[in-house]
């Protein structure tokens, strides 16, 4: 039963012992210890709602995007969104592409319930993803 989560903890309060630290903060440690690696995980990826019809009308769906990797849209939703936004937009920036592996002409307004207003050029023609981190004022 020895996995690399259990010889953290250990780890953990090897170097609490040595430092004489309280009892009570050896939990308070050892959950900090098995934190970043949950948190890391989830402030990766960014929420990314779609539509095939305007309006987030039509089908829908989450699309998670990890930061700084290209996602390509599934085939039933590629050149297929008329409604797109980032739904984290307190801590990211995502860019909309053209064509398949984030390449082409690309496209940042962070929600646009109507890709077909304006010159429509990105209406149904979504291939790909990208976000940043990103945190402004
Ligand atoms: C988008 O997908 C829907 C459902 O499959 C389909 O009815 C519609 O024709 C598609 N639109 C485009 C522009 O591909």
């Not at 797109?84 to 319930?113: L, P, V």
Request: aromatic share 10%; charged share 25%.
């Amino acid at each position: 039963m020895f996995n690399l989560k259990n010889i953290a903890i250990l780890l953990a309060l090897g170097v609490l012992s040595a430092s004489a630290a309280p009892a009570s903060d050896v939990s308070v440690a050892v959950a900090e210890a098995e934190q970043p690696a949950i948190v890391a995980k989830s402030a990766q990826e960014i929420p990314v709602y779609a539509c095939q019809g305007s309006r987030w009308r039509g089908a829908c769906r989450k699309l998670y995007v990890d930061v700084d990797e290209c996602f390509n849209v599934h085939p039933d939703f590629n050149d297929n969104i008329s409604s797109i936004k980032n739904e984290d937009t307190g801590r990211s920036r995502c860019m909309w592409f053209e064509d398949a592996n984030c390449r082409g002409r690309y496209y940042k307004n962070q929600e646009d319930a109507n890709l077909a207003d304006g010159d429509g050029y990105f209406n149904d023609r979504i291939s790909s993803i990208s976000c940043y981190a990103w945190r402004g004022d």
